[in-house]
């Protein structure tokens, strides 16, 4: 009960960072602990100045050379530019500058197009038959709406990459001088992505499930108007994404109305490979085809809860600590082969840990065999979680391209879960599936390097002029993979 308590003030209380402190890093000898062999010796150089960087500031803080530059002249007035002691003209001697970061407030416009008809002079004086030509204009991205694509675009970036609700960006655009309702905002996100961004959708789905090795996870997510459910019943929103070895990475949410094994039955039909995913049973219920991979992570979490409920004094020596120190050695050799020489099939990382990752398992399993723990407790919890769990924590072994945690999967997922606490709900099943489609779509652009905000405009000017549905090839280009055309 005292851990209970304890861990559940260490949650509410306290910060959530489950980094081990410097001295307690290993249980291992120092100099292995903290040694890198594929580390190059240093080269001794004379150093002739050092320059300090002010307390407080970091790599980031710095103007880009890329950014338009407004150029602010001040200069004497032609009265003044005489010289005080003998009145002759003065002139430039030098020049002192000084850098300012300057922010220009985002405006709203109306754009009108205008498409001119034209005819013929002569014809129209000679001819039976008059020809009438008219300018090609540009199809909207939504019809009978004074949407664009530019509008669409900051409405999805402002909720679902800055996590702004609805209300707030309707507030936001009255400040603006534009009485846009919330409503009106849904529809238009609604519409442009079932027209446009789901046939996106499905074929990263498709190049997904492709692929050897995947990541999932899943979260909750409360649906306040969904058929056969009360509002405060917990749906879930799914997230499968490529491993470390997809040279394009791929992120797909999926809107189910509840947790059961089924969804990732159903959802993985046509994958075979390895798939890498937490505790969750239902993982435990694929085809054969399908290898699940444990995480270390939340093995070393369920020791590191335990740790929290100590004073800092206590930690030292305890049970609880030594098994951190295990998951901390697995985590720092695999810190180790990252540095090893790349090759198409991480073979080497294989090797590497045969060699050097298999024997600290193997300890750490005969050390959790050896304990007398209470099975109920926190320590028992702990180690019960490593040794039931320990058929697929040891899978990363089988093949070089696999991870020891999932936290890539808890990553991809984490934007959604920051969101929820802004927008809280999503008012129907429609709405939810939605968001699924626009956060795959905005956390695959994020994932391969490309600003969101700029491919949602590309995607809602080109996808109602490019006939991607006759034309799988318009529909390649224009998948957020880094290979859309400008």
Partial sequence: MLEQLKLAKHQRFCPSSEQTPPEQLSLFNETEALADLAAPEPEIEKIKSYVRRKAGQIGL?????????????????IEEQSCPDCGNPLHVMGREEREELKFVPAKAVIVRHVSHTYACRRC??????????????????????????????????????????????????????VPL?????ANWLTRATDDWLKPVYNRLKELLLEHQVLHA????????????????????????????DAKRQIVIFEYQPDRKAVHPVEFL??????????????????????????????????????????????????????GVQFCDRLFKLEEEYA????????????????????????????????????????MGKAVGYAQDQRFWLE????????????NRAENAIRPFTVGRKNWLFANSEKGAKASAVLYSIIETAKAN????YDYLTLAFKTAPNCGFSANPAALERLLPLGLYSS
Wanted: with cysteine; glycine share 6%; proline share 7%.
């Fill in 61 to 77: 803080d710095r103007l880009p050379e890329d950014l338009p530059v407004e150029e602010i002249v001040h200069e004497l007035p």
């Fill in 124 to 177: 129209e004086k000679h001819s039976d038959h008059v020809p009438v030509v008219k300018a090609p204009m540009p199809n909207p991205v939504i019809k009978g709406s004074f949407a664009s694509p530019e509008a669409i675009a900051h409405i999805a970036y402002e909720k679902f990459v800055m996590g702004s609700p609805l209300y707030r960006q309707e507030q936001d655009w009255v400040r603006k001088g």
């Fill in 181 to 185: 309702s919330r409503q009106t905002m």
């Fill in 217 to 244: 996870d899943e979260t909750t997510l409360q649906v306040l108007h969904e058929e056969g459910k009360t509002a405060a019943q917990k749906s879930y929103m799914w997230v499968y994404r490529t491993g470390c």
């Fill in 269 to 322: 039909d046509t994958f075979e490979g390895y798939l890498h995913a937490d505790g969750y049973a239902g993982y435990h219920n694929l085809k054969k085809e399908i290898t699940v991979v444990g995480c270390w992570s939340h093995a070393r979490r369920k020791f590191f809860d335990m740790v929290k409920t100590m004073s800092k004094e206590k930690r030292a020596g305890t049970q609880a600590m030594r």
């Fill in 339 to 378: 540095k090893l020489p790349p090759d198409d099939n991480f073979k080497a990382r294989y090797q590497a840990r045969l060699e050097k990752s298999k024997p600290v398992l193997e300890q750490f399993y005969a050390w959790c065999k050896s304990l007398d723990v209470m099975p109920r407790t926190g």
């Fill in 395 to 406: 899978h990363f072994l089988l093949d070089g391209r696999l991870e020891i945690s999932n």
């Fill in 449 to 452: 390097g490309i600003n969101p």
